[in-house]
């Protein structure tokens, strides 16, 4: 229920708070009292259109906050938890009006769009007035409130159900005969296709790697010309070191005549004999490493080329080309199996048709039973709100023409104002004032039922007076007893 409302600078309103409880609570006062401004700012934080004019002169911006007592197990937590907001045992609407015509919207203190915002506010208040059909525009709504009559939201959800169910089914039926008829017109093809990379047998990552060895391989090739190069310059026919090997054993020889003169020398020459043998060694050694067999390179040049010319040729990433193998293998043993698959899915298609049909039927039957019973207790009610010549009825046409997953039923609700007038639908046949009336007598008759948890009334006692006024505050009373009444009216009845 509605527990707190609060506005700032919005048309007169400079700020105002109110506090609202269970039951009945009436907003009274002679014209221009500000009971629209109320109301309007009540509609923007729920949702309605904003406008730049709603403003209080002179004020940047304006704000609405409604706030709003929740039960654990009320329908709002699954509309806040759809879209990520958490259920707090208090729910918070706030509504900002910019003076550009701008709105920014809130719940909870969590930034929202309108359309959020307003489907909570539909969930929560129901405004209605004389001139006010809202709630009676959509023929659903007179399904869903006379399911909730008859307690059988239960029976309707189940049909909901089943309606997806079937749905499901069935284009899963027609997704795989897609499919098959699509593998039946690409056999021979996806045959081919299947025998040509099995015997390919492409591994995902393997592109990479070949590429990656090739270039190690060539790069091995370029390295070892260089390293034969360097090997033939110190131990080729035209090496110097034969000849130092030489003018070392000489010197050494004169070392025992002169050996201050000589041993530095030939010291020198022993270290660079060393050091050329050692490079030698090196040399050697990383030519062994970057040998590599031409004919393993011709291999892999000329896996690479398959593998690049079957990716052209599949129009695929060569790295997906199993992927792709596996999807042709699928699509031959769908041309095998499919139809044996299409008749399971069949079959079961057809079963959740009868399911659905079945208990389509059923809630309908049970919709024509509460339906006598609706149009009995509104009738019942008419009498005294200045209706008893008017007749109420709840058409209720079963065609499967329309079946959804509210079942295969129009309903619409219809009235006849006078004996000898042809009824019609209630949006069509009555006037402003009858219209409250109706919808007064409805609400009466669904109490808790059908109802949103916050109800306003908006002068719908205009032009009636007397027993009829008494009548109308009666029954704003019997409503007060279930949910939230907010009654904007003059008459002292009420």
Known sequence: MLSRLSIRDIVLIDRLDVDFAEGLAVLTGETGAGKSILLDSFALALGARGDASLVRQGAEQGQVIAAFDLPAKHPVNKLLKANDIAPEGELILRRVQLGDGRTKAFVNDQPVSVQVLRQL????????????????????????????????EGAAEKVADLWDARSAAAEA???????????RREADWLRHAVDELNKLAPQAGEETALADRRAAMMQAEKAATDLREALEAISGPNSAVPELSTAVRKLERRAAQAPQLVEPAVRSLDTALNAI????????????????????????????????????????PVDELAARAQKYNDDV????????????????????????????LALSKSRKSAAIKLDKAVNGELPPLKLERAKFSTELVADEAVAGPGGIDRVEFWVQTNPGTRPGPLMKVASGGELARFLLALKVVLADRGSAPTLVFDEIDTGVGGAVADAIGARLGRLADKVQVMAVTHAPQV
């Not at 969930?123 to 525009?137: K, M, N």
């Not at 039926?173 to 593998?183: I, K, P, T």
């Open 277 to 316: 043998e050692e490079t030698r060694n090196h040399l050697e050694n990383a030519l062994r490493l970057a040998d590599f067999d031409p004919a393993e390179l011709e291999r892999i040049e000329e896996r690479l080329f398959a593998l690049r010319a079957a990716g052209r040729k599949y129009n695929a």
């Open 121 to 152: 506010g539909e969930a929560l208040v129901e405004i209605h007035g004389q001139h006010d059909d809202r709630a009676l525009t959509d023929a659903a709504t007179h399904r869903r409130l006379l399911d909730a009559y008859g307690a059988l």
């Open 173 to 183: 039926v027609a997704a795989h005969r897609a499919d098959v008829e699509r593998a």
């Open 333 to 360: 043993a769908l041309i095998d199996a499919g139809e044996d698959r299409l008749k399971t899915l069949e079959a079961a298609a057809a079963k959740a048709e009868a399911d659905y049909k079945a208990a389509a």
